[in-house]
């Protein structure tokens, strides 16, 4: 069945540096792929989107290209910031799959120090 | 994007009991789902909510312990039923119109003693 897979967390940076968060995936069919983003004691934000491959989801400065060839959706920030801890979640939704349903990866949580 | 709202936001069970969640969004969805993320875990898909017909499972979770109500298109209940503590997690409701996006409602937190 369908997977994502994501990187062990936790993700600890200083501020202003650049951050990567792995994301791979395996689909029956040509998923749409999203990154969704939660705070502490909050709910899931969608953070962006691609739905086709080479396509660029961009959003607050993140950035994540579809990568067909390397079933791969990595999150990319140039210079993060203390507001940017959170926990970060890869998904899929394929449409072979009728329900439309999302399969999320396990996380990564990302904590920005000062 | 749809504005979605959960009640209750959060409750403290004794097992035993049942709890029933309401998800309401400001206007007509076309699609909604349940999910449970278990403390410090991923998310889980429970179960779709079809209007006017029964709600379709995961595998793994069954009727009587989650039944689900969908009476029209902007509105739906989880039941967790005769609660146990491994059933303290955030519930969550999402709505979608296509395959390319689904919102998140703010979830519910349940602890069951």
């Known amino acids: 069945g369908d997977s994502v897979t994501q990187m062990e967390g936790p993700v600890t940076l200083s501020e202003e540096a650049f951050l990567t968060i792995n994301c791979t995936y395996t689909?029956?069919?040509?998923?749409?792929l999203f990154w969704y983003v939660q705070y502490p004691g909050e709910g899931l934000q969608l953070l962006l989107k691609a739905t086709k491959a080479d396509d660029k989801g961009s959003n607050k400065g993140f950035e994540a290209t579809y990568r067909k060839e390397t079933t791969s959706f990595h999150l990319e920030k140039g210079s993060v910031q203390v507001s940017d801890s959170a926990v970060y979640f890869c998904a899929l939704s394929d449409p072979v799959d009728s329900s439309y349903k999302l399969i999320f990866g396990s996380g990564t949580r990302l904590l920005v120090r000062p | 994007s749809a504005v979605i709202s959960q009640k209750p936001s959060r409750d403290i069970c004794q097992r035993g009991t049942s709890l029933t969640i309401q998800c309401q969004v400001d206007?007509?969805?076309?699609?909604m789902f349940w999910y449970r993320q278990q403390p410090g875990q991923s998310l889980t898909l429970i179960a779709t909510a079809n209007q006017g017909s029964e709600a379709t499972y995961e595998s793994g979770f069954v009727i009587d312990k989650f039944p689900i109500s969908r009476p029209n298109l902007t509105f739906s209940t989880l039941t967790v039923s005769n609660m146990s503590p491994e059933d303290s997690s955030i519930y969550l409701c999402?709505?979608?119109?296509?395959?390319?996006?689904?919102?998140f409602g703010p979830g519910t937190r349940l602890t069951v003693l």
């Open positions: 689909a029956t069919g040509y998923p749409s």
């Open positions: 999402s709505v979608g119109s296509s395959y390319n996006e689904q919102f």
């Open positions: 206007s007509q969805v076309t699609m």
